[in-house]
């Protein structure tokens, strides 16, 4: 353990692609030879089935189908990127097999530090060119979304049905994006694209003596969407995981939204014998996103009426896209997601409905005497499943990053339908002998997995050796003629930690991931201040303290008014201290996270305002979804892990000077922790001695962690915001267990360097979180 300075209270601190030769938006047909041999390679990955399950789209890769393919480049302006080139691609493969239907082109493209984005649509291009019409070059990105809609028009039987039929079928629209540090030759681009349309399949799993299921209709769907996701409108960053919170889709207007009768309805044909139950109807009904259903309005929400016979007479059951609830009364409605499948199932079938259309159209919140489950699946998390046309094998992910220098056992799920052998094995493990299975074992074999998960450990996984190059190893698992490949790499910690400090934007708490989000969350962002394990961010600007202005984000219950000023009402936020009924963990050493068991394991506690704030805001369980992925404080050793492995330990920025005087002028401005404090510390394995710039301090690369001298808020400062721009500090998880006290573990930065140093939990230091790995 390192030698720390403890800072308890009452005492004073001590040191302690406008690509080459254009200028317009230029359509260009990209299929001529590789003359300079300027070649960036692009990769197209489509996540979902391995192959498509479906019964119509089948052959010629089905959903994943790629016949038509556009990029769109834009600058790195902010707020707003700008387009700056569109290319029509026409030389491009896919493969017909294997993992994700892979896409791959070379492009003969000159360097162009210009690029900061580029967006790929698929089998619209048609839609694509009608956008450009009324865009052009330096068109903002959120005006082109909003211009990129695809439409579907009645077909020859006067239907708006999606045409699945082969061949000639209807490839589905899809949509991707990558951000760009400028445009090398030499790069290769892997860009993950997202379906446009959801896809509802059907299940009758009564015997037709009892229910024999003849027709579906899809009802109040709409004909035209939008190709993107959902997205910012203010400046087109695509909004992270909006499906998350069961909020609507964008819907563009007019959405071509068919009225609620029988005639408008999408009919579909369900075919099932007298005397058995009824097959899956898959990969049949595609449809545009749509809204949820609201209870004051039910002739206009999406739903399916289904038809059959009950007992041999005709009636029509209604059936809404509801969320699980354990109280029937208590419904919760769900919209119609791009790129989810939704699998209706009749369960069971306990009497009569209705006579006709219309009166099932009406039965909205009625309960059924027709049992239904819905199972919804987010295409874009199974990008692990692979099917082999009968069975399918689910893995949890196909790649896992884990930081060097660190040692895990991990659980890692396989689940299969095939009630036959499996076998996981280590691939190479003679050169590979850091990555094992359970047991130390490098092959482990089973029987049945009986589609319920079969847990897989990951023991003992060790750096073979610290260093700037990755280092991976492979994990095979096989079911019958199913396979599928995890890859473990070995990655620097600095990719492991969030872009940015937390902060205030729009309400919410959150903190760049990627380095597209540092647009809009430099990695210069003072960000908020924090206790240690409190969830009240107090503003990083404006003296003196006062809880009712500088509390800027606190749980909706807590009354900041409650709190007053001073120290005795500074020590009235709450955090992790035993007057908030917080219980320190039992363990003891650099790895400890104190708060990787609180409050049910979530890490916080809303109620009380205590917790891990990066729990509290991710995507993890319980978590407000604010950040996308799931994301905690880093321990102490985390930290000091980060520090050893910086190749060069004395890349700094800015001269440290104070400059709490200078942000107070202006306080009102940089209460969100945005304000640029102008000096920091590079720390990371590829930390080099000439990355100390401007544009390195605001999207600093690939390896590396910028973290600036933020300043904090000192309790026997009554609170006030003092050191900015001269220190930084930052809170581990980790509880200072020397000589008891309320104290934990931090990082320090000062102009000659870093230091780790233990705290009174009551100062407040801005958070930077680390993924949960």
């Not at 369960?347 to 159209?361: K, Q």
């Not at 096989?478 to 910690?493: S, Y």
């Not at 309400?507 to 924090?530: C, H, K, M, Y």
């Not at 200072?736 to 102009?751: C, Q, R």
């Amino acid at each position: 353990m390192m030698e720390r300075f403890i800072i308890w209270k009452r005492f004073s601190l001590v040191r302690v692609l406008l690509l080459t030769g254009l200028l317009g938006c230029v359509h260009d047909k990209l299929d001529g030879p590789d003359q300079l041999g300027k070649v960036i390679d692009i990769e197209l990955v489509i996540p979902g089935f391995e192959v498509p399950l479906t019964r119509s789209i089948e052959g010629d890769n089905g959903e994943a189908a790629v016949r038509e393919l556009d990029l769109l480049f834009f600058d790195q302006s902010t707020p707003s990127a700008k387009l700056l080139r569109h290319l029509n691609v026409i030389d491009f493969r896919q493969e017909s097999s294997g993992a994700d239907y892979k896409v791959k082109f070379s492009l003969n493209l000159a360097k162009d530090d210009q690029v900061g984005l580029i967006v790929v649509v698929v089998n619209a291009a048609g839609a694509v060119r009608h956008a450009l019409e009324s865009n052009p070059a330096d068109a903002e990105k959120q005006d082109i979304l909003k211009a990129l809609t695809f439409n579907t028009f009645k077909d020859e039987n006067d239907s708006y049905k999606w045409n699945v039929r082969v061949p000639g079928y209807t490839p589905l629209p899809m949509y991707g994006e990558v951000v760009m540090e400028g445009l090398v030759p030499g790069y290769i681009v892997s860009v993950s694209l997202t379906r446009m349309l959801a896809r509802v399949d059907v299940e009758n799993k009564v015997s037709g003596e009892i229910f024999k299921l003849e027709e579906i209709y899809l009802v109040n769907y709409n004909t035209s969407g939008y190709i993107a996701p959902k997205w910012n409108e203010a400046d087109g960053v695509l909004v992270p995981n909006p499906y998350a919170t069961n909020e609507n889709p964008m819907i563009p207007v007019p959405s071509g939204k068919q009225p609620g009768v029988e005639e408008a309805a999408m009919k579909y044909e369900y075919k099932q014998a007298i005397n058995a139950p009824g097959a899956l109807m898959a990969g049949e009904i595609y449809t545009y996103e749509a809204v949820k259903n609201v209870k004051d309005d039910p002739g206009n929400g999406v739903c399916l009426i289904i038809k059959g016979k009950y007992m041999g007479e005709d009636y029509y059951y209604r059936v809404d896209f509801t969320l699980e609830s354990e109280l029937p009364i208590d419904i919760a409605y769900m919209p119609l997601y791009r790129n989810h499948k939704y699998v209706v199932t009749v369960t069971d079938a306990e009497g009569i409905g209705y006579r006709t259309f219309a009166e099932a159209l009406r039965s909205f919140g009625v309960l059924s005497n027709l049992k239904t489950s819905i199972l919804v699946v987010n295409l874009e998390g199974i990008n692990h499943i692979v099917y082999d046309g009968q069975f399918f094998m689910g893995v949890e992910s196909r790649t896992l990053d884990l930081p060097y220098g660190v040692s895990r056992q991990l659980t890692y799920r396989v689940s299969s339908d095939y009630h036959g052998a499996w076998e996981a094995k280590v691939l190479h493990s003679e050169t590979n002998t850091w990555l094992r299975l359970a047991g130390g074992l490098s092959v482990t074999k089973g029987a049945d997995i009986n589609g319920s998960g079969l847990e897989l450990v990951i023991s003992s996984v060790f750096s073979p050796g610290s260093g700037r190059d990755y280092v991976t190893g492979q994990i095979e698992f096989t079911a019958g003629r199913l396979r599928d490949t995890l890859t473990v790499r070995r990655v620097p910690i600095a990719e492991m930690f969030a872009r940015s400090n937390v902060v205030l934007n729009s309400g919410v708490l959150t903190f760049a991931v990627t380095a597209e989000d540092n647009r809009d969350i430099p990695a210069w962002s003072q960000g908020v201040f924090f206790k240690w394990g409190s969830l009240i961010a107090l503003a990083s600007a404006g003296n003196p303290y006062d809880p009712e202005v500088q509390a800027v984000y606190y749980p909706p219950h807590l009354n900041p008014s409650d709190w007053k000023g001073g120290l005795i009402g500074w020590d009235k936020i709450p955090y992790a201290h035993s007057n908030f009924n917080f219980s320190m963990p039992s363990g003891t050493g650099e790895d400890v996270d104190a708060f990787a068991g609180y409050s049910g394991n979530t890490g916080f506690n809303e109620n009380v305002g205590v917790g891990d704030i990066c729990r509290y805001i991710s995507s993890g369980p319980g978590g407000k979804g604010w950040v996308e992925g799931e994301w905690r404080l880093p321990t102490n050793a985390e930290l000091e892990l980060l520090y050893e492995e910086t190749g060069i330990k004395t890349v700094s920025m800015g001269g440290f000077v104070n400059m709490t005087a200078e942000l107070n002028r202006d306080a009102g401005n940089y209460l969100h922790g945005n304000f640029d404090p102008e000096s920091g510390w590079f720390l990371g394995a590829n930390v080099t001695g000439s990355m100390a710039t401007p544009a390195n301090r605001t999207t600093p690369p690939s390896g590396t962690v910028f973290l600036p001298s933020a300043g904090q808020r000192y309790p026997d400062g009554n609170g006030d915001v003092v050191h900015v721009g001269a220190y930084g500090y930052y809170w581990a998880s980790t509880p200072y267990s020397v000589n008891g006290g309320y104290i934990a573990d931090y990082l320090f930065i000062y102009k000659s360097g870093v230091d780790f140093n233990a705290a009174d939990r009551s100062y407040a230091f801005p958070v930077r979180c680390i993924k949960d790995y």
